[in-house]
């Protein structure tokens, strides 16, 4: 059983940046495609940004392309996601999700393990 958990959420203002983490708790974190989701009040879980256990393949939504950055520390079996330039319309509950594949997909149905949520909050 691959446990996630999300840390680094918050309240700022328009403009701002925030790091999200998703730490894992299993040794085999290189072996797990790790991506962010994001659920607003009233809307569906959307998908975010997802990068590849090898590092090689990163995958972004239009709406956070240029200011999201996903990274991942394989040796801390943490996954970060980078949001800079954050907009009123980021404002939304983060999940982290994990599936054992190298491949990113979009679709929350792909993913086997999720997070408990981060809320992140982005005031005009």
């Known amino acids: 059983q691959v446990q996630l958990v999300e840390s680094g959420g918050g309240l700022v203002q328009a403009g701002a940046s925030l790091r999200l983490s998703c730490e894992a708790s299993?040794?085999?974190?290189?072996?797990?495609?790790v991506s962010w989701f994001r659920q607003a009040p009233g809307k569906e879980r959307e998908f975010v940004a997802g990068?590849?256990?090898?590092?090689?393949?990163?995958l972004y939504a239009n709406s956070v392309k240029g200011r999201f950055t996903a990274s991942r520390d394989n040796a801390k079996t943490i996954q970060y996601l980078q949001m800079d330039n954050l907009e009123p319309d980021d404002t939304a509950v983060y999940y982290c999700?994990?599936?054992?594949?190298?491949?990113?997909?979009?679709?929350?149905?792909?993913?086997?393990?999720w997070g408990q949520g981060t809320q992140v909050t982005v005031s005009s």
């Open positions: 999700a994990a599936r054992p594949s190298s491949i990113v997909v979009e679709n929350t149905a792909g993913y086997d393990y």
């Open positions: 299993i040794r085999t974190f290189n072996r797990l495609t």
């Open positions: 990068f590849s256990w090898s590092g090689d393949s990163a």
